[in-house]
């Protein structure tokens, strides 16, 4: 679990890896600090790997409005 793992170019320091998780945090579907914060807490914490929470790829495709993704029409 801690030796380093390398795949092609990527390389981890270790094969911990924090998985996704949906927060619904953003505003408009752009992250903000409360990303930023969790997110870098949980790389503080070691792991090799975090993912990020899924990212829309058009306003209409959100799930809900805290989803990421492009800006609504008319913002």
């Excluded at 503080?44 to 990421?68: D, F, H, N, Q, W």
Aim: glycine share 12%; with cysteine.
């Amino acid at each position: 679990m801690f030796a380093p793992f390398k795949l092609r170019d990527m390389a981890l320091e270790n094969r911990i890896v924090v998985s996704p998780m949906a927060q619904y945090k953003a505003t408009d579907g752009c992250p903000n600090d409360w990303h930023l914060v969790h997110y870098g807490e949980r790389a503080k914490g070691g792991a090799g790997l975090v993912y990020t929470e899924m990212t829309c790829v058009s306003a209409e495709g959100r799930i809900t409005p805290g989803c990421t993704g492009p800006l609504s029409a008319g913002t």
